[in-house]
């Protein structure tokens, strides 16, 4: 159990989830690193795993 995670949802799928968010920040850091990029693809990425992690805490 997660410390602060309410016990109706599963800390697998937080972690999971987690795992993912921060694997998407250090593909975009990669990407913005190696030179141009597209920041509206950048921000959807973002957005997307910041709403998968927001799912699987609500």
Known sequence: ML???PESISTGDVQGRIARAASVVVEV???????PYD???VLRRVE???TG???ALT
Not at 29 to 35: E, K, L, P
């Open 3 to 5: 410390a602060g995670t």
């Open 29 to 35: 850091r990669t990407q913005i690193a190696a030179g």
């Open 39 to 41: 920041p509206i693809e």
């Open 48 to 50: 997307e795993a910041d």
């Open 53 to 55: 992690l927001e799912d």
